[in-house]
T-cell receptor
Framework: KAGVTQTPRYLIKTRGQQVTLSCSPISGHRSVSWYQQTPGQGLQFLFEYFSETQRNKGNFPGRFSGRQFSNSRSEMNVSTLELGDSALYLC????????????FGPGTRLTVT | QKEVEQNSGPLSVPEGAIASLNCTYSDRGSQSFFWYRQYSGKSPELIMFIYSNGDKEDGRFTAQLNKASQYVSLLIRDSQPSDSATYLCAVNRDDYKLSFGAGTTVTVRA
């Protein structure tokens, strides 16, 4: 079974621009979660989607948003990029139960200059 | 107080030895517990999960959970150079969200 896929793998953007990242979950998985990983803050939860509905959201500004499509694929968008948004953005998928294990994709490395 | 805390490391062990990693969590309502391994420049890979008090073994890995003490650990037996990585403890508070510790970097010396 194919794993979680994320596109693009690397991205360089300029401050003030916006960016959209994409995630395709493992086949049959209906939950997609997004995390940001930085050396200083570690892995931090952004939001989780199931059946096109956001079920939980982390403590990030409104510039960070996401959505999920009917085929469970998900996108996250960051508007008005700041230098501090440079990070590895990870997507994880699971079947959808609140307690179960999540499997991560390879991540998108975003650099903001 | 951080939600999830891990022993700071780095942890250096000789090949063939046991590596012991510890993790404590603050929320007594936490329901499920995970260990991920992350190689430098790669994404986290799930290696163990545990939901009930006690031990769970999978190959060379053993996870131990003590909910009363809010403590979860990971033992790596017969450590190999390929086990050199950062190990992340993650806790699920029954709300679809994983809270991660800062990670412990393990180096296995050949």
């Amino acid at each position: 079974k194919a794993g979680v896929t994320q596109t693009p793998r690397y991205l360089i953007k300029t401050r003030g621009q916006q960016v959209t990242l994409s995630c395709s979950p493992i086949s049959g998985h209906r939950s997609v979660s997004w995390y940001q990983q930085t050396p200083g803050q570690g892995l931090q939860f952004l939001f989780e989607y199931f059946s096109e509905t956001q079920r939980n959201k982390g403590n990030f500004p409104g510039r960070f948003s996401g959505r999920q499509f009917s085929n469970s694929r998900s996108e996250m968008n960051v508007s008005t990029l700041e230098l501090g948004d440079s990070a590895l953005y990870l997507c994880a998928s699971s079947l959808g139960d609140r307690r179960e294990e999540q499997y991560f994709g390879p991540g998108t490395r975003l650099t903001v200059t | 107080q951080k939600e999830v805390e891990q022993n700071s490391g780095p942890l250096s062990v000789p090949e063939g030895a046991i590596a012991s990693l510890n993790c404590t969590y603050s929320d007594r309502g936490s329901q499920s517990f995970f260990w991920y391994r992350q190689y430098s420049g790669k994404s986290p890979e799930l290696i163990m999960f545990i939901y009930s008090n006690g031990d769970k073994e999978d190959g060379r890995f053993t996870a131990q959970l003590n909910k009363a003490s809010q403590y979860v650990s990971l033992l790596i037996r017969d450590s190999q150079p390929s086990d050199s990585a950062t190990y992340l403890c993650a806790v699920n508070r029954d709300d679809y969200k994983l809270s991660f510790g800062a990670g412990t970097t393990v180096t296995v010396r050949a």
